[in-house]
């Protein structure tokens, strides 16, 4: 109880708040942003943690995460221009919505589902922070195998009525990022004798080139059609009320759940979650056929999905030292710079510390609406630019998304090259965010059915012997016979 | 030339973001810029080993704006396994910036309490041991191939992706040894255990680390960086970067960050950071070459 | 797109829309072709030992899932309804394009602040504006803003071009 007292006159403190506010509405703006996201944001304020005391150091690094990967779905909301792919599934839904001249309303689902996620998250933190990570540690090589595999079958679920297309775009996604060196024996492959592809095919270039280069490469044909009269689409923030919120607790409890879990696996992440839960709401959601059409129930999911992994992606960085993404690693980078060393000892002789970063991730939360909902207003009157001057400055601002991760123009063209075929692609109704799942779990998958390969000494078999892999394998296989199931039914019946 | 030094000076880190060198440059960024009298900015070029972000800086212009914090894999390892855009003399060397010891580091609770019980365990059982690797050819690489050929043991190669995961396959169960950087190994010491410094003489500041040398084996492995400035850069110039350096280093803020990271410091002028290179450049060829990482 | 007037242009519009899928269809076919041959290069005596396996064991099966996949979609084709957008503005989408490549290349050249003035008042002559009083001072300032905003609070270097120099 005094530690909790210790902590809150630390969080109660002018500069710790400032922090707070200013990092959360940094965060915002970075992530609006198309391209530039909370790696990004994060090593931008990283020089001023240093001149920080440790609480309002984590204060505004926590503002900075929180607002980052909320910032980015609002931008994928309103232009359909994720610049991250945490936020690619948020637009599927979205977009459409904000269509329709329901902006206002998009970006109150968004931001309310966001909070609650984040909020859930801490609260996993809080409760079975140490415990999460203890199982965390059960998963090995070949289940993170059998969990890529499971997380491969949201393919089907954001590619309703195009599966091959959606497939072949998966696939894809997983052959360029198999472009580069190998993870496990270091030889270059698929270079074609150029040292830049060596790096590999970056995924925020390839990101931007497919939604947000693509989309206004497509808006340029739609000029002429006869659109909605931007003067009348409503701009601002409004929240829904409960009596369309009441149905869909379902929803954002599970997707909360999904990113609360995901996130405790190092190395996952916020697109996996969000994806994730996508495609389960799409599953299970008795609205299941507005789905694609701007159904709120797609949004709820994505937010509370990819804002619950905020903090439970720190569960493992705090309680074991294993930052489980490029996001976390930064922000580990700053706590041990800051003399906090994480691991088990934080829990058990730093809970000072601790409680204050719960007690500044809980504010975060609040200031995080706060800030979308006084923002909104600013964001959705983006709508109202018109078309020709709107797609000029866009392409501009998502230039320099793609230029900015790591300075090279190099990305630039990768990003250009994918938003020509990206719009291609889309033209021909190919989905475009199977090539982003293929991309992102790519990796991981293969990467980790090789180590699991050198871990039973190159033996499949041996997979099956792991109860929580065999587990997935099952859930793997029934999710994709569960169409076929419901086919078979409903001919019985 | 006097145009350009108004301008900000650049530092590519090519690894990426939150890790140990890019963490040690933003340490010095203040010190440096305030030596400079212009703004010192870090950029994060990660990509292929490292090589990616030392290759822009090699075909960057001399004129002093751009430079690498160039660590020892994309200098003196991948160069041998690899073609790249540039080799050691595509640089102007202007100082070394960090260097530090590596370990051997097993769980806590591991049942091996040396570097003998270890040894034995390997030789009894050829290939169970999981050695986790933070990237192929990388210095805990290039070092796990001097500790197997110096102990004549086999292990298994566990290719991991970086410091973070290394240290998850060792608390997961699917690794029983890595080799971090002493200051990695420090910062999570409550759940490891260190069997050896990689290093001829124990560290001033943590004088309970037992070195390898004192359990009979010669195993010295060092992970360091330096600032490189592309070939040809005026010397005029180089002397003004390797003075900034030097002052970044000595700086209060750097120390104090830096026995925060528990990392012990180092330093080394241009000269003998360039001579420094070249031998090293030159041992870790025969090393890769004997473990069959040079194809040709 | 859809309501085209003449019943032959639209023919042809399907038409030209069945070949140019057809050619995406091809580039799949050409790139599934060319990682294949790429996957026979020569790799060390280290990568090919352990039980990891090869640096192409994984890349394989994917490549051998795209080559499933493809006899699919040209199925698919045969039926496929698309037709092409009209001409207007498929020539400003190939304009557009073909000018945001220039633009790309101008930020090494003439750097970012006068190539995004260029980009983005050519863009809105290029659809149809002619408001010069309006689209002038908007692309100088936003390009001001973006510039001061990554070059002095987000300490992004930005391009400022070989040509000044």
């Known amino acids: 109880m005094d530690l909790l007292i210790l902590a809150a006159t630390q969080v109660a403190t002018p500069l710790t708040l400032l922090c707070i506010v200013l990092g959360t509405a940094f965060g915002v703006m970075v992530g609006v942003l198309p391209g530039l996201g909370s790696v990004i944001g994060l090593t931008m304020v990283l020089p001023f943690t240093f001149g920080l005391p440790q609480v309002p150091a984590i204060a505004l690094m926590l503002g900075v995460y929180c607002g980052s990967v909320y910032g980015g779905s609002v931008t994928a909301t309103i232009l359909n221009t994720p610049g991250t792919p945490q936020s690619a599934a948020t637009a599927l839904e979205g977009f459409p919505m904000a269509m329709r001249g329901e902006a206002s309303r998009a970006i109150g689902w968004v931001t309310m589902s966001s909070m609650i996620g984040g909020l859930f998250s801490v609260t996993v933190l809080i409760i079975v922070g140490p415990a999460l990570a203890k199982f965390s540690l059960m998963f090995t090589p070949i289940e993170y195998f059998a969990l890529g595999l499971f997380a491969l079958t949201c393919i089907a679920g954001v590619s309703a009525g195009a599966l091959a297309k959606g497939l072949m775009g998966g696939a894809l996604g997983v052959l360029l990022a198999t472009i580069g060196s190998d993870p496990v024996t270091g030889a270059l492959r698929f270079t074609f004798d150029s040292f830049m592809l060596t790096a590999g095919i970056g995924l925020i270039p390839v990101v931007v080139g497919l939604f947000a280069f693509s989309e206004m490469f497509l808006r340029i044909l739609k000029l002429d059609e006869p659109g909605m009269d931007r003067t009348t689409m409503k701009v601002g923030f409004s929240l829904p009320p409960w009596s369309e919120w009441r149905s869909r607790i379902g929803m954002l409890v599970r997707g909360s759940m999904i990113g609360s879990f995901v996130g405790a696996l190092p190395g996952t992440g916020a697109a996996t979650a969000s994806f994730i839960a996508y495609s389960e709401a799409r599953r299970t959601s008795k609205r299941r056929e507005n789905f694609g059409k701007g159904e709120p129930d797609g949004i709820v999911a994505c937010e509370s999905a990819n804002n619950a992994v905020t903090g439970s992606a720190l569960v493992p960085t705090l309680s074991l030292g294993i930052p489980g993404d490029p996001v976390t690693a930064v922000m580990l980078g700053a706590l041990v710079i800051q003399g906090i060393a994480p691991g088990p000892q934080l829990f058990a002789n730093h809970m000072d510390i601790v409680y204050a970063l719960f007690m500044a991730l809980i504010l975060v939360n609040f200031v995080m609406f706060a800030v979308g909902a006084l923002g909104a207003s600013v964001f959705t009157r983006i709508l109202r630019v018109p078309e020709p001057i709107l797609i000029g400055l866009i392409m501009i601002i998502s230039t320099l998304g793609a230029y900015g991760v790591s300075g090279s123009t190099f990305d630039v063209w990768i990003a250009f090259g994918a938003g020509v075929v990206g719009a291609l692609l889309r033209y021909f109704a190919f989905p475009v965010a199977p090539i982003v799942i293929g991309l992102v779990l790519g990796p991981m998958l293969e990467l980790s059915l090789r180590q699991g390969l050198i871990l039973t000494r190159g033996s499949f078999l041996a997979f099956l012997e792991r109860p929580i892999a065999l587990v997935l394998f099952i859930i793997t296989a029934l999710v994709l016979l569960w169409p076929m199931l419901r086919w078979l039914r409903s001919r019985r019946a | 030339m006097a145009e350009a030094q108004n301008r900000p000076v650049t530092i590519v880190v090519p690894f990426a973001a939150g890790g140990g060198t890019d963490i040690t440059t933003r340490a010095m960024q203040q010190g440096m810029g305030e030596s400079l009298g212009v703004d010192v900015v870090v950029r994060n070029a990660e990509g292929a080993g490292g090589t990616i972000g030392v290759a822009e800086v090699a075909r960057a212009r001399p004129d002093g704006t751009t430079v690498a914090m160039a660590p020892v894999g994309p200098l003196t390892t991948q160069p041998h396994m690899n073609r790249l855009p540039y080799d050691i003399d595509s640089f102007s060397y202007v100082c070394l910036a960090y260097s530090a010891p590596t370990v051997i580091a097993v769980r806590a609770d591991s049942p091996f309490e040396t570097l003998a019980d270890m040894v034995e365990y390997a030789r009894a059982n050829p290939g169970e041991l999981n050695f986790a690797v933070q990237a192929i050819g990388s210095i805990p690489h290039v070092a796990g191939l001097g500790l197997a050929a110096a102990a004549e043991i086999e292990m298994t190669y566990l290719p991991v992706n970086g410091d973070g995961p290394a240290l998850r396959a060792l608390l997961d169960g699917s690794a029983d040894l890595f080799i971090p950087h002493v200051s990695f190994y420090s910062t999570n010491a409550d759940q490891l255990k260190s069997l050896a410094l990689l290093q001829r003489t124990r560290l001033d500041e943590q004088p309970d680390l037992i070195t390898a040398a004192e359990q009979g084996y010669d195993l010295d492995f060092p992970i360091w960086g330096g600032l490189v400035a592309p070939a040809n850069t005026p010397s005029d110039t180089l002397e003004r970067l390797e003075t900034a350096c030097d002052a970044g280093i000595q700086s209060d803020g750097f120390q104090d960050r830096m026995e925060a990271l528990r990392q012990p410091p180092a330093y080394m002028g241009a000269a003998e950071f360039e001579a420094f290179v070249r031998e090293t450049y030159a041992t870790n060829r025969t090393l890769l070459e004997a473990a069959g990482l040079i194809s040709e | ?165």
């Open chain 3, 1 to 165: 797109m859809q309501d085209n007037p003449e019943p032959s242009a639209q023919a042809a519009g399907a038409m030209g829309a069945r070949w140019l899928e057809a050619t995406l269809l091809a580039g799949f076919l050409v790139l599934i072709v060319a990682f294949v041959w790429a996957s026979f290069a020569e790799v060390s005596a280290f990568a090919r030992s352990g039980h990891g396996r090869g640096p192409y064991f994984f890349p394989r099966l994917v490549l051998g899932v795209m080559a499933l996949l493809l006899p699919f979609l040209v199925l698919r084709l045969v039926r496929s309804t698309r037709t092409l957008p009209e001409r207007a503005p498929m020539i400003r989408l190939g304009a557009v394009i073909a000018l945001t490549a220039l633009y790309i290349a101008g930020l090494e050249r003439i750097g970012f602040v006068a190539s995004s003035i260029v980009y983005a008042l050519a863009i809105p002559l290029l659809l149809g504006r002619r408001d010069l009083w309006l689209l002038v001072p908007v692309a100088v300032v936003y390009a001001l803003v973006v510039w001061l905003l990554f070059e002095r609070a987000f300490l992004i270097i930005l391009p400022a071009g070989s040509w000044w120099s």
